[in-house]
């Protein structure tokens, strides 16, 4: 299925119910047209991806054009998370970019060894929540060829 630049789908993955809330509340002050969609934890995310579980009867649905990705994650983080989505073959070309709390080198040694592609802190203010919703839109969406879905 071709992808609609217009109609780019963001999925984030963040046990965090109000981190959640806050970054859906930033895309629309930052008036994007993109569509999100959100999943809890490592393992949700999975099943979410190769749509299993509760996901099964979305087959149909494409897969997202980037992932954001948190790493501190009850049952499977976020490191277990990414490993697995780029040693799949069908998912391995999907964008993971991890937003996180974390500061730590090695996570961000470990993050970028294991494929994500962008490593950003989260931002301490919705201010700056928004202003990073709009500089990742302008890099990933406008900037950067994301290939058609496979």
């Not at 217009?6 to 629309?28: G, W």
């Not at 809890?40 to 995310?45: C, E, F, H, I």
């Not at 996570?107 to 990742?136: C, H, Q, W």
Request: overall charge negative; charged content about 35%; aromatic content about 6%.
């Amino acid at each position: 299925m071709q992808r609609n630049d217009n109609l780019i789908e963001i999925h984030m993955c963040d046990d965090d119910p109000d981190d959640r809330l806050l970054f859906k509340d930033a895309i629309d002050e930052a008036n994007m047209l993109n569509r999100i969609s959100f999943t809890r934890d490592g393992q949700d995310l999975m099943d979410y991806l190769r749509r299993e579980g509760e996901y099964k009867d979305m087959a149909e649905h494409t897969l997202p054009d980037i992932i954001l990705l948190d790493l501190n994650m009850p049952r499977k983080d976020g490191r277990e998370a990414l490993k697995e989505i780029k040693g799949d073959a069908r998912l391995k070309h999907i964008p993971i970019v991890i937003l996180t709390t974390s500061k730590q080198e090695e996570d961000v040694i470990k993050s970028y060894n294991l494929g994500a592609n962008s490593y950003i802190s989260k931002p301490v203010t919705f201010e700056k929540l928004v202003e990073l919703v709009r500089k990742l839109s302008d890099y990933w969406f406008k900037i950067v060829k994301l290939p058609d879905h496979l």
